[in-house]
């Protein structure tokens, strides 16, 4: 059974920093790309990185792009999610997220950890 | 970047009914790379159709997917109390970056 168990949410200040964990089992974890996804309180899911299988090559939304990096070591199956220049808009539950072999498909998500950016 | 616009925002049905709802794309998914999630209150999305038209593993036949290029269907064919939740539409035919759709809420009349 594939479990993806999220680490690290917390309330931080506006501009501070944070590192996300997620713990992966269950499955041969360096054989699947891995995802970051966001839910606002209340609102829908907003999709915020993408890396490789190998770690090799990563993507990012817009609306984090230069501020969060995605990253995994695939010897401890942990995905990573550090995240700088926080502001409020940041506040979220964030899911971990399995990409399945079909491409792009998100096949299992974790139960999420709640970042809450807030002075 | 692709952006899905679903409708309606929120569909009142009855146990029983058939629900259907749309999710419209501002260009071509391409491949028709386009799959359908189900949230309920609390919990994490679940896989239910990917390629527009595939269920996900485990996932009844009463749920259905349809449609190519900009217009997508889900499709419930007889709504079971269990139904009732957030639909989200996701592209996935440009990515990265992959896109949701804003959702639609199915309730209980």
Same mark, same amino acid.
């Given at each position: 059974?594939?479990?993806?168990?999220?680490?690290?949410?917390?309330?931080?200040?506006?501009?501070?920093?944070?590192r996300l964990s997620c713990a992966a089992s269950g499955f041969t974890f360096d054989d699947y790309a891995m995802h970051w996804v966001r839910q606002a309180p209340g609102k829908g899911l907003e999709w915020?990185?993408?890396?490789?299988?190998?770690?090799?090559?990563?993507?990012?939304?817009?609306?984090?792009?230069?501020?969060?990096?995605?990253?995994?070591?695939?010897?401890?199956?942990?995905?990573?999610?550090?995240?700088?220049?926080?502001t409020a808009e940041d506040t979220a539950l964030y899911y971990c997220a399995q990409e399945s072999t079909f491409g792009g498909v998100i096949k299992d998500w974790g139960q999420g950890t709640l970042v809450t950016v807030s002075s | 970047e692709i952006v899905l616009t679903q409708s309606p925002g929120t569909l009142s049905l009855s146990p029983g009914e058939r629900a259907t709802l749309s999710c419209r794309a501002s260009q071509s998914v391409s491949s028709s790379y386009l799959a359908w999630y189900q949230q309920k209150p609390g919990q994490a999305p679940?896989?239910? =159709?990917? !390629?527009?038209? %595939?269920?996900?593993?485990? =996932?009844? !036949?009463?749920? %259905?997917?349809?449609?190519?290029?900009? !217009?997508?269907?889900?499709?419930?064919?007889?709504l079971e109390p269990e139904d009732f939740a957030v639909y989200y539409c996701q592209q996935y035919g440009s990515s990265p970056p992959i896109t949701f759709g804003q959702g639609t809420r199915l309730e209980i009349k």
């Open positions: 059974e594939v479990q993806l168990v999220e680490s690290g949410g917390v309330v931080v200040q506006p501009g501070g920093s944070l915020v990185s993408l890396i490789t299988w190998d770690g090799g090559s990563t993507y990012y939304a817009d609306s984090v792009k230069g501020r969060f990096t995605i990253s995994r070591d695939n010897s401890k199956n942990s995905l990573y999610l550090l995240m700088n220049s926080l | 679940r896989l239910l =159709i990917y !390629d527009a038209a %595939s269920r996900a593993t485990g =996932i009844p !036949d009463r749920f %259905s997917g349809s449609g190519s290029g900009t !217009d997508f269907t889900l499709t419930i064919s007889r």
